[in-house]
């Protein structure tokens, strides 16, 4: 069983960045892909990006594009997402996850962690 710990959110004004920081334990960190969703209340879980086990592959969703960047240290046993350029709009809880697939060009996880909110204010 893995276990995931999101730390990093906060309140920031829009144009600020924030990073993002999982940290898993509990399973072969290295092997596998991990993954950023979020969740607006009233909304279903969004897919933000994804990063395969050793980080050559990384997906994006179209407003994550250019402004986000996913990367992970498998000697640290963690993930991060470096947020720039926040939006009011990507004010949501953002979960940290793993045991994904992708289906029909959609994302799917098993594994998630407790979420870490992050407020932008315009």
């Known amino acids: 069983q893995v276990q995931l710990v999101e730390s990093g959110g906060g309140l920031v004004q829009a144009g600020d960045s924030l990073r993002l920081s999982c940290a898993a334990s509990?399973?072969?960190?290295?092997?596998?892909?991990m993954g950023w969703f979020r969740q607006v209340p009233g909304k279903e879980r969004e897919f933000v990006a994804t990063i395969s086990y050793n980080g050559g592959i990384r997906y994006y969703t179209d407003s994550a594009k250019g402004r986000f960047t996913i990367s992970r240290d498998n000697a640290k046993n963690t993930v991060y997402l470096q947020m720039n350029s926040l939006k009011p709009e990507d004010t949501a809880v953002y979960y940290c996850?793993?045991?994904?697939?992708?289906?029909?060009?959609?994302?799917?996880?098993?594994?998630w962690g407790q979420g870490t909110q992050v407020t932008v204010s315009s």
């Open positions: 996850a793993t045991d994904l697939t992708r289906e029909g060009g959609n994302w799917f996880a098993r594994s």
């Open positions: 509990g399973r072969t960190f290295s092997t596998s892909a």
